[in-house]
């Protein structure tokens, strides 16, 4: 099922939550809301589900405007952070209840609720535990009977607020390869919503970078990471540094020196130049290059990571170098970043 | 897969260390003074309750016990517990659903009307009714035009009875509710629940024993209420007398026996309150942890 949503605006009490936010699922997609906390992430996946109505916009399932439907017309699978599990029931009967709750001719037998439950109960790899109490189950085993759940009224989306967002490290990585495979397995369109950037590069095929209620960039893992499109991305996903910079020209300046960088397209004046640590070449002399004095460096796997003191102002930067290479304390580094983005000055 | 992290619910004992342990003899005296205490203002009374009802033998008990308007004082008082209490369960829970579940304008203040009975002495809740509903009442002279009795009747009895009672199921229900949140009622709309479907299979269950618990304060309050009942009464033998009102006519008349026999099966009332309340605290404590301490 293909997911649109177009134009939402979403207000809580007057303060804006999400400001016109428009964003098309493919059908089948696995795609993760990324960003802080405050972003609004939740609030658009709540949207989704119906849990939330949009003060303005639509949201559109295939050709059908579903935000007029109650959730219980949606047929979405929410999976909630704390997964909301019923406490009283047991395992089966909280996997059955979607169909339980069915009218008329809709309610499969209790026979037939058994059955899909332990099937279900197969697909998550918790065949056996029907009978239990999800006090008696780990935070790992919540989380997979959520799903399961969530999975059992055949859904035409899957939500999932931070999915593995209560479980520890070991946990979350082995649930993490484990929902890839159900969802392939599945094909469902899932949408998840997370603040671990690692988890979405990792687990997505498309990511949506999201500050302040607003979607600020789409994509795959490689075109977030490679090519970020403002300096919210830049700074929030993976590391960089900026550069207060002067373009005169197509030329960019640092202070009074050419960097060697052209930009003929950006506009004169002032500037902030954004770059990654390990998109850098090393120079030796430095005619049109940014220099600076070594002030820290630590070891990082198989890099060596230097913090550099650039110019009077002592501007900050972090470049990464081979770990042989002789740039001790103190010393002059030179270098000119080789993927890079300039950005106006705010 | 092995998921190490299972957590434990059940109630977590704090181990008193040895620094604020007292020494023996300040402990011995401290447990003295409590039990000499309960001994002399709880036990003793609850003892000569029974001791007085049964001085003149079982027989003389349970010929005061079957007499004509004691039979009609239990036949009253079960039935204004039979109206009140089931009318206090809805109003607790619709009151309690409302607060904990939803934000609406005038929600502190609804809060503090529940806690009202609370606060006002019983003789005034029953006097609130006599102005309202009694002949020179404001609503007085329309009730004897069409005919309605409330006052010195059943109907006026059950009002006070439900104005006294009807803080226990709501006050033990708010904070059970807030505490759980909206979460597994989202989860069970999300799944197609309508929303009586939630209520009844996930609200329910998740406070029933909390409910529970609040209906057993309430009905023992209910049967056990003097004050308020008997402003609205009028103490007519064997038509308007409770039980609470009986023990005092007859006592009042100097049937020891009677008053004391009636006043037995009270307390008996009570003691089975306290055993089922301590049951359900021991089994169900976390769940109604929050509201303990009226």
């Not at chain 1, 026979?111 to 279900?120: G, M, P, V, Y």
Request: hydrophobic share 45%.
């Amino acid at each position: 099922m293909e997911v649109r949503v177009v134009n939402v605006r979403k207000e809580f009490e007057r303060f804006p939550a999400l400001h016109d936010v428009s964003l098309d699922i493919r059908s089948g997609e696995l795609i993760a809301l990324l960003g802080p906390s405050g972003s609004g992430k939740t609030t658009l996946l709540r949207l989704i589900a119906g849990l939330e109505r949009p003060t303005k916009g639509a949201i559109f399932f295939g050709e059908e405007d579903a935000s007029q439907k109650s959730i219980q017309e949606r047929n979405v699978g929410f999976v909630f952070q704390h997964y909301a599990l019923f406490r009283h029931m047991t395992v089966a009967d909280n996997i059955g209840f979607g169909l339980k709750v069915r009218h008329g001719a809709a309610r499969p037998s209790a026979q037939e609720i058994r059955r899909r439950a332990s099937e279900l109960l197969d697909l998550v790899q918790l065949s056996g535990l029907e009978k239990r109490y999800p006090a008696q189950l780990s935070g790992g085993q919540r989380q997979r009977v959520a799903l399961a759940r969530a999975m059992a009224i055949e859904p035409k989306v899957l939500l999932l607020d931070e999915p593995f967002g209560a479980l520890d490290a070991q946990v979350r990585r082995e649930l993490r390869r484990w929902l890839r495979e159900i969802h392939d397995a599945t094909g469902h369109t899932t949408v998840f919503v997370t603040h671990d950037q690692e988890e979405a590069l990792e687990l997505a095929d498309r990511v949506v970078v999201m500050s302040q209620g607003r979607i600020e960039q789409v994509g795959s893992a490689d075109e977030i990471y490679d090519t970020p499109n403002s300096p919210f991305v830049y700074s929030f996903i993976g590391e960089s540094s900026s550069l207060p910079v002067k373009v005169d020209n197509g030329e960019i300046w640092l202070a009074d020196r050419p960097v060697g960088l052209q930009a003929p397209h950006a506009p004169s004046g002032e500037a902030l130049l954004y770059f990654r640590p390990h998109d850098v070449e090393l120079l030796d002399g430095c005619s049109g290059c940014i220099a600076g004095t070594v002030a820290a460096s630590r070891r990082v796997a198989g890099t060596r990571r230097v913090e550099l003191e650039i110019g009077g102002e002592r501007q900050r930067v972090e470049i990464e170098l081979p770990v042989d290479h002789p740039a001790a304390q103190k010393s002059r580094v030179a270098f000119r970043p080789t993927r890079w983005k300039l950005f106006p000055a705010s | 897969m092995a998921d190490p992290e299972i957590k434990s619910y059940g109630p977590h004992h704090e181990s008193q260390s040895a620094a604020v342990t007292e020494s023996r003899p300040v402990r011995w005296v401290a447990m003295g003074i409590a039990l000499a205490f309960l001994a002399v203002f709880l036990l003793l009374p609850l003892i000569v309750v029974f001791h007085e009802a049964l001085t003149k033998g079982i027989g003389a008990y349970t010929e005061a016990l079957t007499s004509p308007d004691t039979r009609s004082a239990i036949r009253l008082t079960l039935l204004v517990a039979a109206i009140s209490v089931p009318l206090n369960v809805i109003f607790g829970i619709s009151a309690a659903w409302a607060i904990a579940k939803f934000e609406f304008k005038g929600k502190a203040f609804l809060t503090t009307l529940i806690d009202l009975p609370f606060s006002v002495s019983p003789v005034i809740s029953g006097l609130v009714y006599v102005l309202l509903f009694g002949a020179q009442g404001l609503l007085g002279a329309w009730l004897k035009a069409h005919g309605i009795v409330i006052l010195f009747a059943v109907p006026g009895i059950v009002l006070a009875t439900i104005f006294v009672t009807f803080p226990f199921v709501a006050r033990e229900l708010i904070p059970l509710m807030q505490e759980q949140g909206n979460g597994d009622e989202e989860a069970a709309l999300s799944l197609g629940a309508n929303g009586w479907q939630a209520f009844w299979y996930v609200t329910l269950p998740n406070v029933k024993w909390g409910l529970l618990y609040g209906v057993l304060l309430c009905n023992a309050r209910a049967m056990g209420e003097f004050g308020a009942v008997s402003v609205v009464s009028g103490h007519i033998r064997g038509l308007t007398n409770t039980m609470p009102l009986h023990v005092e006519i007859l006592y009042n008349e100097y049937n020891a026996v009677g008053a004391f026999a009636v006043a037995s099966l009270l307390a008996g009332l009570a003691l089975v309150t306290l055993v089922l309340k301590t049951l359900l605290e021991m089994r169900y404590g976390a769940e109604i942890a929050a509201t303990r301490g009226h």
